[in-house]
């Protein structure tokens, strides 16, 4: 292990050393150009394979919002050119089956409403064929072309007996945030034509819940009948008890398709018409999600070679072979899995997808990636066997900065694992130098840190840090043991790895190890409040972001309700589990912190509800620690907006100037 130390150590500052000398008077990355970042989304490519169309999102700093265009672009010849003007809220891009149209789902100006909108692409304005009182959530092409199923909430049954307050409503598994009865979301089915749409399904179960958990629709291959995941209700915390139906397109009852709760993202193969779907392997919410194909009625897991998260997948032209993708090690990578045979990692270079991959009926990919040094891009693949070609440049200024490689670290984890997580050096890195060091943890606690662009990783480095981001057991990118790993060691254990693999990067000599911080957001801000406490002599400063900092508040208020319950096997409530829900929780290690700390967090976040960060801020006040809490009031686990991103990241990175330069 020494020995890897050194030689992980000089290709380090070798690797440095010839970036700084290339980057010469560059200026670094800075939060000013936060507002230059272009978001790309929702890339579909056309059936032919010869165009594509993405949504393109740019800041607007003055107005505090996003600016939308759908742009379409050549595959052969790279022209751009964009299709829609002054459109907001635009999501679900959709090619009619013969490529001749182009749908979309925008913000209705007069509905104020989410609709659907079809393009045709030889020349004409968009025209909404819905008109839906709540607004359209999903939809989804007919094999023909001709018509459009989608979901919709229900409107409110007694909006009088609303108005007159006659509003109370029962307590089940909703979080405390819920101000109504919510009502279950349903199908629709609409001519492409814009005729009056016909209801399909009814129930108090729904196809959507309150946090955006909404169910694909996928039409069988003889357009007779419509597939989809079925909830038991409107409330995520039962999300995890889903299954698979089915309904004809003439009405009638619901079939269950699949019945092992936790199915979902139903898809059909074009050529073959076989069924795919994920659930969880084995049934198990503990391990990473597993694509299942039904052949003839009998059910198989298609990825468990692999064994490991898949994150999504698309059916290959022809019907005999899935596209996956996922994350390995800290890259995130594509896999070519056929229905029988083994399983093919593709070469992607240094390209990492990120989001949903389209594929075309002659077998051509369309993304969007980015890779260590360049923000989000759209990306073409003639087939499985090809290169990523990159098609766009809306980022191209960033190229013009100096910026900070990452590296991957490996080491021997607690337990015998091995682990891995992402390093970044400091921009004006100078060899035989020390400088401090930013732990910048992930959260989930199932996500996975990579070598992707990060701006705050780059807001860092910027400022003179080494930034390192650990992977840690429950993440979803060493297999399925690994994640299973945190089953009821939800603190220690992934806290032991963390420090397993900062010793791993002190061994290089390249950090100052007085100067160390510590951070996090969601699940990152949980480690960085378990570790703060746990190892209160190490850390100089720390950020932690909507930390869940008690499991029991959590469970009781948060929106996933049962998806706590699988970290600990039972109830906090109930005696054989009373313990361990209280010892693993932040809050209890609380009295031992000593680094000066920032909370920050969303007032009406149902994920990790506030509270958590106002119960860790008297606390650590109370015994005498520098802290300060900055609340931002949106309803969201982390603001979706330019400037409050802004004033986030900015005072995350003065923190740790202020008590690490």
């Known amino acids: 292990m020494k020995t890897f130390a050194r030689i992980f150590a000089l290709s380090i500052m070798v ?5 700084t000398l290339a980057q010469g008077a560059r200026q670094p990355f800075q939060l000013t150009d936060l507002r230059r970042l272009v978001g790309l989304s929702s890339p579909q490519i056309s059936p032919d394979g010869s165009r594509i169309a993405v949504v393109v999102s740019r800041p607007d700093w003055e107005k505090d919002e996003n600016k939308q265009e759908i742009d379409l672009v050549d595959v052969t010849g790279h022209s751009l050119r964009s299709i829609t003007f002054d459109r907001e809220e635009i999501s679900e891009l959709r090619w009619s089956p ?4 182009l749908a979309f789902i925008a913000k209705d100006p007069e509905s104020e409403k989410p609709q659907i909108f079809i393009m045709p692409m030889n020349g004409g304005d968009p025209v909404r064929i819905t008109d839906s009182k709540t607004g359209v959530d999903e939809y989804t092409w007919s094999p023909d072309g001709m018509k459009i199923a989608f979901v919709a909430q229900d409107t409110v049954p007694n909006p009088k007996a609303i108005e007159h307050h006659e509003d109370a409503f029962q307590v089940t598994d909703n979080n405390y945030l819920v101000r109504e009865a919510l009502q279950p979301w349903h199908i629709w089915l609409v001519s492409t034509k814009g005729d009056s749409a016909k209801r399909l399904t009814e129930g108090t179960w729904s196809l959507n819940t309150d946090q955006g958990t909404i169910s694909p629709l996928a039409w069988t291959p003889d357009g007779k009948s419509i597939t989809f995941q079925r909830f038991p209700n409107v409330w995520d915390g039962n999300a995890w008890h889903s299954t698979i139906c089915r309904v004809d ?19 059909y193969a ?11 392997r084995g049934g198990d919410q503990n391990n990473g999600n597993a694509v299942y194909i039904d052949l003839s009625g009998k059910v198989s897991d298609a990825t468990a070679d692999l064994a490991r998260n898949i994150n999504s997948f698309a059916w290959l032209p022809g019907g005999s072979s899935l596209l996956l993708s996922g994350e390995k090690g800290t890259k995130s990578v594509l896999w070519n899995q056929p229905v029988a045979g083994p399983v093919e990692e593709l070469d ?3 390209v990492e997808p990120g989001g949903d991959i389209s594929v075309s009926d002659n077998g051509l990919l369309a993304f969007v990636a980015s ?3 360049h923000p989000s891009e759209l990306y073409v693949m003639q087939s499985v066997n090809s290169m990523p070609e990159r098609l766009t440049n809306f980022n191209a200024f960033v190229d013009t900065l100096a910026l900070s490689g990452a590296e991957s670290v490996r080491w021997k984890g607690p337990g015998g694992f091995d682990e891995d997580g992402a390093l970044n050096y400091p921009v004006d890195y100078r060899a035989g130098e020390k400088y401090p060091l930013v732990l910048v943890i992930h959260g989930g606690p199932e996500g996975t840190s990579t070598v992707r662009f990060s701006p705050l990783v780059q807001l860092l480095a910027a400022k003179g840090f080494f930034v390192f981001q650990p992977n840690y057991r429950g993440s979803t990118n060493l297999g399925d043991a690994y994640q299973h790993a945190i089953f009821r060691d939800t603190g220690e254990g992934p806290g032991k790895d963390v420090m397993a693999g900062l010793a791993k990067v002190e061994e290089s000599g390249m950090v100052d190890t007085t100067r160390i911080g510590i951070s996090g957001w969601s699940y990152g801000g949980y480690m960085t409040s378990w570790l703060n406490g746990y190892y209160p002599d190490k850390w100089k400063a720390a950020v ?20 706590d319950l699988y970290f600990f096997g039972g109830s906090p409530w109930t005696k054989d589990y009373w313990k361990i829900w209280r010892e693993q929780s932040p809050i209890e290690l609380a009295r031992n912190v000593k680094a000066p700390t920032l909370i920050m967090g969303d007032v009406g976040d149902p994920n990790v509800p506030i509270v958590n960060s106002y119960e860790m801020f008297h606390a650590l006040r109370d015994n005498g620690v520098h802290t300060e809490f900055f609340t931002y009031p949106a309803d969201t686990h982390f603001p979706h907006d330019i400037v409050r991103t802004t004033d986030i990241y900015g005072r995350w990175v003065d923190w740790m100037v202020k008590y690490l330069k």
């Open 270 to 280: 074009s050529g073959s018409g076989v069924l795919a779907f994920m659930r969880p």
């Open 98 to 101: 013969d490529g001749n149209r």
């Open 15 to 19: 690797f440095a050393c010839n970036i």
């Open 249 to 267: 397109t003439t009405g009638g009852d619901i079939r269950t398709v699949v019945k092992d709760e936790g199915s979902g993202n139903p898809e």
């Open 544 to 563: 932690e972001g909507a930390a869940l900092n008690d499991w029991v508040m959590d469970y009781t208020i948060a929106y996933y309700q049962t998806g």
């Open 371 to 373: 890779t260590a040094s």
């Open 348 to 350: 992607l270079g240094d």
